[in-house]
């Protein structure tokens, strides 16, 4: 196992658990059956679980002590304010040249992933981000695309294409410079989510990398999942904050970039405003012609099924019913 080769970490793994007793073993797993040249460490923050996530964090750490180095709270940081819990926790404590990251709902599947992008990355010193696409396995009933796949090849990817990208970055996939988190700016400490603000950083310091290669899994729907728990309580009102501290972070962005982004980050948020409004299907605004660019961006299911509900809403909630029936 590449984590014993030789004392200096290469790879800081970064991995925050709430709740996950179900899934945390893949992703433990994942990391440990990494086959790399260098020594890497898995540093997990468990945000007091109250299942049995921090024990099966605690069997591993036991086995494994010199590569895995927990944080197990007692007392939940998020339900105390904390959203930055990777910023606070792990990315401080992080010995590595690079930095990895991996919810812990989320797994590897590549036992080459580290190898292959720990080489990119050292080979080219002035790409500040290297990724790649992921396979999406879903949690309970939903109809979704089966991979997280952003670009159709493996290729460079422009800073302005970091920002305005009109598909997501599996965070799983997710390796930059760890120098690039030590000091960490208002945007990215105050963000709703610590994705976004992690990309923009990597597009103000210069390109980046995709690999057109699934060596991730994606859980979508977990119990736990930043998305679910959005979708609980007055969902509408959730999105219409979301939106604006996702407005306060890309001002935030665009100032400590001196304006170098304006343009494509004022298209980023546009397109965040329009997808609260596919989310809450307000599909007036949603099929309004002055949102006609980003109605388009939507794959071709999406797209069905908004004109499908939009049009006969009844007949709609009917076939749902239907689907779910047959799942059962």
């Known amino acids: 196992m590449g984590a014993e080769k030789q004392e200096t970490v290469m790879v800081s793994i970064c991995c925050i658990t709430y709740n996950q007793e179900e899934y945390i073993r893949d992703a433990l797993d994942g990391f440990l059956s990494q086959e790399t040249d260098f020594s890497y460490e898995v540093l997990i923050h468990d945000d007091a679980s109250t299942d049995g996530t921090a024990d099966i964090i605690r069997e591993y750490a036991r086995q494994y002590p010199e590569i895995i180095k927990p944080i197990l709270q007692t007392e939940n940081q998020y339900a105390k304010g904390l959203t930055n819990v990777s910023g606070t926790y792990n990315f401080p404590r992080a010995k590595g040249r690079y930095i990895a990251m991996c919810e812990g709902d989320d797994y590897w599947t590549d036992p080459h992933k580290l190898q292959r992008q720990t080489d990119y990355m050292e080979a080219h010193p002035d790409c500040s981000?290297?990724?790649h696409s992921a396979c999406i396995e879903v949690q309970g009933r939903a109809l979704t695309e089966r991979r997280m796949r952003p670009y159709r090849r493996s290729r460079r990817v422009s800073p302005e294409e970091i920002i305005d990208k009109t598909s997501g970055y599996p965070t799983a996939s997710l390796m930059f410079r760890a120098d690039m988190v030590k000091i960490l700016p208002d945007f990215y400490v105050n963000a709703p989510l610590a994705d976004i603000p992690l990309q923009?950083?990597?597009?103000?310091?210069?390109?980046?990398y995709y690999m057109d290669r699934p060596m991730c899994v994606y859980r979508l729907g977990g119990a736990f999942s930043w998305t679910t728990l959005m979708k609980q309580g007055d969902y509408e009102r959730k999105q219409r904050q979301y939106y604006q501290d996702m407005k306060k972070m890309y001002r935030g962005f665009d100032r400590e970039t001196g304006g170098r982004f304006h343009e494509v980050a004022r298209r980023a948020l546009a397109r965040i405003y329009f997808l609260t409004k596919v989310n809450t299907k307000q599909y007036g605004e949603v099929l309004a012609k002055r949102n006609r660019r980003f109605y388009r961006e939507?794959?071709?299911?999406?797209?069905?099924?908004?004109?499908f509900e939009n049009a006969a809403p009844g007949l709609y909630e009917l076939a749902l019913k239907v689907f779910h029936f047959q799942e059962q």
């Open 298 to 307: 939507l794959n071709l299911r999406t797209r069905f099924f908004i004109r």
């Open 200 to 208: 923009l950083m990597a597009a103000a310091r210069g390109w980046a």
């Open 129 to 131: 981000l290297v990724f």
